[in-house]
């Protein structure tokens, strides 16, 4: 069984550039979940999704921040117009609605 | 409202020593326990849970944590440190009324020495 799948690993962007992270969840779960683990800190909670809803993003930034999670593919998080204070560790974890929830290795974002 | 605490952001014990780290949580509601492992450049991996029934929870790689609902603790424990204990540890609370929000502590990076 394939776990949640997450790519890429490793992001590099420019200040100002898109990041797009995909998020493929375990197989038979429709629930996916982002976080973002800052060096030295744990993880954040941005935002929760079920196919097609956004459930709940108060860990969300109000800018720049978005999150899909469409009825046929992945889920996305993009990032736009990145700033330097946007490198982090971006996680997704991905349930069939109960706890616990599974998580993938995680997408490496730096800003240059 | 939720919140956990883990005592010491770094803890060193040497190899065969006893391995404990603390956690201590918050929740109006009954909470649903976890403690995850992350290895450098690695996800999240869980060691184990507490839901409901019994207190004393066993987890994978020898781990065990207690739930005092009066000390509002779930300290995580290992009678014997292995070298390739070395890891970050986070502890984790959600409602265990059916919410989905996790509530992750700030980590416990674990040294084990030969």
């Known amino acids: 069984n394939a776990g949640v799948m997450q790519n890429p690993r490793h992001l590099v962007r420019r200040r100002g550039q898109e990041a797009r992270l995909r998020c493929s969840p375990m197989?038979?779960?429709?629930?996916v979940y982002w976080y973002r683990q800052l060096p030295e800190e744990g993880l954040k909670f941005m935002v929760y999704?079920?196919?097609?809803?956004?459930?709940?993003e108060s860990g969300m930034p109000k800018e720049r921040f978005s999150a899909e999670f469409p009825k046929e593919g992945p889920s996305i998080l993009r990032i736009q117009q990145v700033v330097r204070g946007d490198s982090a560790a971006y996680f997704c974890?991905?349930?069939?609605?109960?706890?616990?929830?599974?998580f993938g290795d995680g997408t490496r974002l730096s800003i240059l | 409202a939720q919140s956990v605490t883990q005592l010491g952001s770094h803890v060193s014990v040497s190899e065969g020593a006893l391995v404990l780290l603390r956690c201590n949580y918050s929740?109006?509601?009954?909470?649903?326990l976890f403690w995850y492992v992350q290895y450098p450049n690695q996800g999240l991996q869980l060691l184990l849970k507490?839901?409901?029934?019994?207190?004393l929870v066993k987890g994978i790689n020898g781990f065990e944590a207690e739930f005092k609902k009066s000390e509002t603790s779930f300290h995580l424990t290992k009678p014997s440190a292995h070298m390739s204990d070395a890891a970050e540890y986070f502890c984790?609370?959600?409602?265990?009324?059916?919410?989905?929000?996790?509530?992750f502590g700030a980590g416990t990076r674990l040294f084990v020495k030969a």
């Open positions: 974890a991905s349930s069939d609605g109960n706890q616990p929830q599974h």
């Open positions: 197989k038979g779960h429709s629930h």
């Open positions: 999704l079920q196919k097609e809803n956004i459930i709940d």
């Open positions: 929740s109006s509601v009954p909470p649903y």
């Open positions: 507490y839901t409901t029934g019994a207190t």
């Open positions: 984790a609370v959600t409602p265990g009324t059916g919410g989905f929000k996790t509530i």
